[in-house]
């Protein structure tokens, strides 16, 4: 099983970057895929998470109507799209795996429910 990130990197303030969650070794229908951050210091959050079978996403109210999670379900890939980037949104940026039958909303923002992780990608924005 793996979970692999790209896509991070140094964006000034107002910025966008698009992040990217390669999946392979399991089955994704199976799977919703979360994004999590974590800052130095700081617990690790739920950004968004979105349902590999159906689409449906949710989010995190810090990111919503600035993030957006998408899928390409042919190329088991997951991408996070942030815009209007701010130096708060600077962490390292994890995507993780989610059994199907664990896909709701009071569920999805809680990291120990997830099967699989990727190694992170750093994403810094500069004021």
């Known amino acids: 099983v793996q979970l692999v990130e790209s896509g991070g990197g140094l964006v000034q303030a107002g910025g966008s970057l698009r992040l990217s969650c390669a999946a392979s070794?399991?089955?994704?229908?199976?799977?919703?895929i979360g994004w999590f951050r974590q800052a130095p210091g700081k617990e690790r959050e739920g950004v968004g998470c979105i349902g590999s079978r159906d689409g449906s996403t949710y989010y995190a109210d810090s990111v919503k109507g600035r993030f957006t999670i998408s899928s390409d379900n042919a190329k088991n890939t997951v991408f996070l799209r942030m815009n209007s980037l701010k130096p708060e949104d600077t962490a390292i940026y994890y995507c993780?795996?989610?059994?199907?039958?664990?896909?709701?909303?009071?569920?999805?923002?809680?990291?120990?429910?997830?099967?699989?992780w990727g190694q992170g990608t750093q994403v810094t924005v500069s004021s």
């Open positions: 070794g399991f089955t994704f229908d199976d799977y919703g």
């Open positions: 993780a795996a989610l059994p199907r039958a664990r896909l709701y909303r009071s569920v999805w923002p809680i990291d120990t429910w997830y099967d699989y």
